[in-house]
């Protein structure tokens, strides 16, 4: 055989071979370029992924925290409310009176302070006087002042001596008032109490 033909077929051969793999060489390229951006895809996706799980454990976080600040809370009331619940402590009230002043006296006669002090007095079904302070400190007092007292104790007394005016009467009292004194107080220990002391008012220095 002619060596030019013998060449020109292996060179045909080797043209075709040469296509062959040049097709397939575009085709893995085409498909390695639908891998790298499925892949990068892929990545993309984690990376959203991955954010939002940070985003969802830093809410968590915060959710947990808000939890436990909500849990101490409740054991600091818990633990005000068994304290208030043992409050044992006592307040004696006492009231004293002075004529020259009509002056109402509410003394706490006892060693515990008393806070948030509302004191009123009552007569029959009138408040006469009023007054509230912060604090009363042991021994301390609260002065409630009115002419009312002294008005009243003129009148009774003047009704006595209308009586004692009459022939073959004789009544020995003196004119006077009584009175309801009413106090609200928180104690020491934060329980809110109320009490009440009824008292017989007459003129005359503090008694």
Request: hydrophobic share 40%; glycine share 8%; charged share 25%.
């Amino acid at each position: 055989m002619d060596i030019n033909v013998i060449t020109g077929v292996v060179g045909a051969v080797t043209g075709v071979a040469g296509g062959v793999t040049g097709c397939v060489a575009l085709l893995q390229t085409r498909r390695g370029n639908k891998l790298s951006k499925e892949a990068n895809g892929s990545a993309e996706e984690a990376n959203r992924i991955a954010a939002e799980s940070k985003l969802v454990a830093e809410r968590a976080n915060g959710l947990a925290g808000k939890a436990n600040e909500i849990a101490a809370d409740a054991n600091s009331i818990s633990q005000r409310a068994l304290s208030v619940t043992a409050d044992q402590t006592v307040h004696k009230w006492r009231v004293e009176y002075d004529g020259d002043t009509s002056t109402v006296f509410l003394v706490n006669d006892c060693p515990n302070t008393a806070r948030d002090v509302a004191a009123f007095v009552r007569f029959k079904d009138q408040t006469v006087a009023k007054r509230r302070v912060d604090e009363v400190a042991p021994f301390g007092e609260i002065a409630l002042e009115s002419e009312f007292f002294s008005q009243q104790i003129l009148e009774d007394q003047a009704g006595i001596d209308r009586l004692n005016a009459q022939p073959g009467f004789a009544y020995l009292g003196r004119g006077s008032c009584r009175v309801t004194v009413h106090v609200a107080y928180t104690t020491e220990l934060g329980a809110r109490r109320n009490d009440e002391v009824e008292q017989r008012l007459t003129n005359g220095k503090r008694h």
